[in-house]
């Protein structure tokens, strides 16, 4: 088995206990304050280190890249409001455009 | 279960259609960066299917496409995934049903599914509408993946030229956004930022995001 097989089944398994375990073990029940407080904290941190990690590390080492220009972009979309969709494909062009310009 | 007006149901059907539609340049995107991250064509449809959370996926396929360790990739989708939890049991009161059926559309329990149902006043329109949204986004997910695998399987040329390798930065970004206007959330991904950062040249790829974590505590100390 390659190791992307092993990811796909672990991480497969491991997300469908997460995803099941209200609907079929805990019913109505409210999960312990401190839990999900931490639960609802969880993807602002991890949501940053993947930007970081996707924009500025290639090959286990930081690299600077278009893909920061495309990362600005996305974030001037964002803040003027734009669609989801669009900031995608601004932060695509964007970057895109920096390559075809060097 | 009273049942659902056909207004409801319109309402609920365009929103699902429309947030499964944005989610089909992302399934395009982890279909080619599955293929360029080294993944057969199998693995990266199976991705799709059976793990179903974009935000992991791509998480676990950049850990393996920069050579990260199993343990890496599989700890952090998980972490990343906690929130699947919390949606879970947020969402299990308006999941009425035999064990077979809830444990089957237990897999239907994602960031849109849940945004749909929660929008939703009644018990009954909760359900459609978590059904509605989670089944959208699993046939457009799917097979958006498919179509970016098979399309770009010629692999790194055509995602640098098209600048696709910068949707995902992009897309985490969308994803965080909402959370930055509140100050505990704003202060823990700056902090989870600056942890990954620094970490970057001392860890394993993907061990930095993992312990990017720890910037949790910081926002729940208060």
Do not use: C
Request: aromatic share 8%.
């Amino acid at each position: 088995m390659t190791d992307a097989t092993v990811v796909l089944v672990l991480l497969g398994l491991g997300t469908y206990a997460l995803k099941a375990a209200g609907p079929v073990l805990i019913g109505g029940r409210a999960l312990p304050v401190w839990i999900s407080r931490l639960a609802d904290l969880a993807p602002a941190a991890l949501l940053a280190a993947l930007i970081v990690s996707s924009t500025a590390v290639t090959n286990a080492e930081l690299t600077f890249d278009a893909r920061i220009v495309g990362l600005i972009a996305a974030g001037v979309a964002l803040r003027l409001k734009a669609p989801f969709v669009v900031v995608i494909v601004i932060a695509a062009a964007a970057t895109a455009l920096t390559r075809s310009l060097r | 279960m009273s049942p659902v007006p056909p207004p409801v149901r319109r309402r609920i059907l365009l929103r699902s259609l429309s947030i499964a539609l944005a989610a089909t340049p992302f399934g395009l995107t982890f279909g080619a960066i599955g293929r360029a991250s080294g993944l057969s064509l199998f693995e990266t449809i199976a991705f799709s299917a059976f793990v179903f959370t974009g935000s992991a996926q791509f998480a676990a396929v950049a850990i393996l496409g920069t050579g990260g360790a199993i343990a890496a990739a599989v700890s952090a989708g998980l972490l990343l995934n906690l929130r699947s939890l919390a949606f879970g049991i947020l969402l299990a009161p308006d999941l009425r049903g035999p064990l077979w059926w809830r444990a089957l559309v237990s897999q239907l329990v994602i960031d849109e599914s849940t945004a749909v149902a929660t929008t939703e006043a009644e018990s009954a329109a909760r359900r459609w509408g978590f059904l509605a949204a989670g089944l959208a986004v699993f046939a457009l997910w799917n097979g958006s993946t498919i179509l970016g695998a098979v399309l770009f399987s010629t692999g790194g040329d055509v995602i640098l030229r098209w600048g696709l390798d910068a949707t995902i930065p992009a897309a985490f970004l969308g994803l965080l956004w909402p959370r930055m206007s509140e100050p505990s959330h704003r202060r823990v991904a700056l902090t989870g930022a600056v942890i990954a950062f620094a970490l970057t040249p001392f860890t394993p790829p993907g061990v930095n995001v993992v312990a990017a974590i720890g910037a949790v505590l910081l926002g729940a100390r208060r």
